[in-house]
């Protein structure tokens, strides 16, 4: 897939370099780093040497080259000069040949971002400086508070979530700010580069500073539940989508947040009403408890007037969620200083008075709970339903999101090497998340043509049971053809050995560039 993309010679053909002082091109190495990287062998970049000790180095990356050429020294001197020619902006060149070449269509653009933890302290303890990221502490999505980290930002395209553009942040980047900063810097060469049309992208993208700069592309994003506004409308239509729980329903109405109109709809999804079931009940149960203990502890407390007591029961009132005061009653305690039983008709020296009556759950608050979890808002400001229909929108954000999200499950996969993310220097590290997202591109690529090939020949593979299927993913296809061997020969030539059916008749239906890379005389 590397050859079939070309992306070694893109490479190659931007990045000035003396090929005559080389043994190994940079594109070449970063070939040698993608295949060390789908190897799943988690070795780290100093390893490589090992890694390809058993393998056809010559027949993968080029006549003349050795393993020992791959070493660490080489591997960092290639980081370097990516770094100097810019990881984000290699990496678009690589992509627009990678959708050219796969004639992807590009209508949809999905946005998000993620965090890779790292050891070392590197420039935590600076200040920022221009176009080397501050790898320190920030929101960590690795549940690894205690480390420093990066941030890295993908949009992907939704056919076969193939990368379009990455971008390597500092590890304090918050989502909001740098959503608008990545849109404001880059949308105008992604229309121009991909023909992209829509943005899609979770409620970080929802943020009035940000929708205005949108205003020259269509986008797609979820609104933040915190917004008083998408809480409300949610109470007035939901009990109307949820009169058949198990079935999904939708309703669209127009808006205007941040200056812009849009077209919200209201989604109720019955997959995410099972799911908040046990929660709401549990949260419910736990304000109730709550607010039980505190009117106890109300009860419990003397108030010097009938009115004082009145008052902190409105106000008690007031406050609760969960639960309803009933039968709300001020009652008056006699009190008579001295000791020993006071004289029968003697008057009390003073009176004390306490709120008493009885609290209840509501049910109308765990069901507002229960819909408000159950339904969301999808926002665009595409208003002409003819052109982005509701279903469609739902669909993009709904099912093709997740594109984006599995590519970044896929970069922290421990046996790829984000799990061995230490480097030099920052700049390395920038240089290395543009390869690591190079992997990703071409698995997603290779995934592809799989399928399509077997689409296309009604054909199947085989899966990790030994069932057919037409869907196999690409890290079990790697692991499948495991353990094929090229055997040399004196005078005979090259030999490929544990080559059988299944293998032969995948790589025909994938076409000669690949039948060739397995013959004998590869």
């Not at 947040?257 to 149960?285: I, L, M």
Request: proline share 3%.
């Amino acid at each position: 897939m590397c050859d079939e993309l070309e992306l070694s010679k893109v490479i190659d053909q931007v990045i000035q370099q003396d090929r005559q002082k080389r043994t190994v091109s940079i594109g070449q190495a970063v070939k040698a780093m993608i295949l060390n990287g789908l190897g799943f062998a988690n070795h780290t970049l100093y390893l490589s040497p090992l890694f390809f000790q058993d393998k056809p180095v010559e027949r993968l990356l080029g006549p003349d080259i050795q393993a020992e050429h791959l070493n660490d020294d080489m591997l960092g001197r290639a980081l370097d000069e990516i770094y100097d020619y810019g990881p984000s902006k290699l990496f678009s060149q690589c992509a627009i040949q990678t959708v050219n070449r796969l004639g992807l269509q590009t209508r949809y653009g999905h946005f998000d971002s993620t965090s890779f933890h790292t050891d070392g302290k590197y420039n935590s303890d600076q200040e920022e400086q221009d176009g080397v990221i501050r790898i320190t502490n920030g929101y960590s999505r690795d549940h690894r508070p205690d480390l420093n980290q990066l941030v890295l930002q993908l949009i992907c395209e939704r056919q076969a979530g193939i990368p379009l553009l990455m971008e390597t942040l500092s590890g304090n980047k918050s989502d909001k700010d740098s959503f608008r900063e990545t849109v404001k810097a880059h949308i105008g060469r992604l229309k121009t580069d991909f023909g992209l049309e829509y943005i899609v992208a979770d409620s970080a993208l929802y943020v009035a500073e940000t929708l205005k700069e949108m205003s020259n592309i269509w986008w797609i994003s979820r609104v933040p539940e915190t917004l008083n506004l998408a809480g409300d409308i949610v109470d007035a239509v939901a009990s109307d989508l949820m009169i058949q729980p198990e079935q999904a329903a939708f309703c669209s109405l127009g808006a205007v947040y941040g200056d812009v109109r849009q077209r919200w709809v209201v989604v109720y999804s019955p997959e995410a009403n099972k799911r908040a079931r046990k929660t709401v009940d549990k949260q419910s149960a736990k304000s109730s408890a709550s607010e039980l203990k505190e009117f106890e502890s109300l009860c419990r407390q003397d108030f010097a007037c009938e009115e004082d007591a009145r008052k902190a029961a409105v106000k008690f009132e007031k406050n609760l969620k969960a639960t309803s005061l009933s039968d709300v009653q001020i009652t008056r305690t006699s009190h008579f200083n001295g000791k020993g039983r006071p004289v029968q008709g003697r008057e009390p020296d003073f009176y004390t008075y306490n709120v008493d009556g009885a609290i209840a759950s509501q049910l109308q608050y765990r069901n507002k709970m229960l819909q408000r979890k159950s339904c969301f808002i999808l926002a665009t400001n595409q208003l002409d339903c003819a052109e982005l229909p509701p279903e469609e929108l739902m669909t993009a954000y709904k099912n093709d999101q997740q594109k984006v999200e599995r590519g970044f499950r896929f970069l922290k996969d421990p046996m790829f090497m984000a799990s061995t993310l230490f480097l030099k220097s920052p700049e390395r590290i920038m240089a290395l998340m543009m390869v690591m997202t190079l992997c990703l591109l071409v698995y997603a690529a290779l995934e592809l043509r799989i399928r399509e090939a077997l689409r296309t020949n009604s054909a199947t593979f085989v899966d990790q049971k030994g069932r057919s299927t037409a869907n196999p993913t690409a890290r079990w296809v790697f692991q499948f053809f495991a353990g094929i061997h090229v055997l040399i020969v004196e005078r005979m030539g090259e030999l490929m050995l544990n080559l059988n059916e299944l293998h032969l008749n995948l790589l025909a239906i994938l076409g000669e560039r690949y039948q060739q890379l397995y013959s004998g005389d590869g």
